[in-house]
């Protein structure tokens, strides 16, 4: 272990993504690397939206209210050197599941500063149609981008990769090479 902790959040529900497939090998590399690495299958875990209750932001050192699994989360995003978001794409963006987490992170936003401040983000998509444009892939790595830049957060990477079938991906040996050596970047 090189003491480099990278969370990777998995946003398909389905069985044989390719998303999580894409994110396996950032794990892969992440870990060859020799650093430490949790997965989290978000469609697994129970996680509302955020309800814009404001109550995260009452006083300094308030959180989040909403009682589910994000409780758990919280902290991981908070210690973690690297954060993965592997997402299909659903309507063009990313799919629900990974937005509400996504939107969660607003409770970690404080007078100090955003928790997230300074961390290495990293993207993988997967989506049916033949490019990231028509696709809408291009949507969720402008916002990721924007995300990136309010955060103060540093992008790693981002792979992606057309697949529809579920386990197509393993077809497209690049795009698991991609994926391996930016989980050897985040590593770093
Ligand atoms: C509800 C739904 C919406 C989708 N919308 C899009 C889309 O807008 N663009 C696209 O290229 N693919 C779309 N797809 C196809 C998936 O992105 C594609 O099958 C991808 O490989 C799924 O990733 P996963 O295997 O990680 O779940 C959609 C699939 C579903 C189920």
């Given at each position: 272990m090189n003491g480099k902790r990278i969370i990777i959040l998995k946003g398909s529900?389905?069985?044989?993504?390719n998303s999580s497939i894409l994110a396996d090998q950032v794990a892969a590399g992440a870990k060859e690397a020799g650093a430490e690495v949790e997965l989290f299958s978000l469609s697994k875990m129970e996680i509302y939206p955020c309800?814009?209750?404001?109550a995260c932001h009452a006083s300094a050192d308030s959180q989040c209210v909403i009682q589910d699994d994000m409780q758990g989360l919280f902290p991981k995003l908070r210690e973690a050197d690297g954060i993965v978001i592997a997402s299909p794409i659903y309507w063009f963006t990313f799919n629900a599941q990974t937005k509400a987490c996504i939107d969660r992170w607003y409770s970690l936003e404080s007078p100090q500063g955003n928790a997230l401040a300074g961390k290495q983000l990293a993207l993988v998509l997967a989506y049916a149609d033949t490019d990231p444009y028509s696709s809408g892939a291009v949507n969720a790595i402008r916002a990721f981008g924007d995300m990136a830049r309010y955060l103060k957060a540093t992008v790693a990477g981002i792979v992606y990769g057309s697949s529809g079938e579920a386990g197509a991906i393993q077809q497209q040996p690049k795009a698991l090479a991609k994926a391996y050596e930016l989980g050897q970047k985040l590593a770093k």
């Open positions: 529900p389905r069985g044989g993504s309800r814009a209750c404001e």
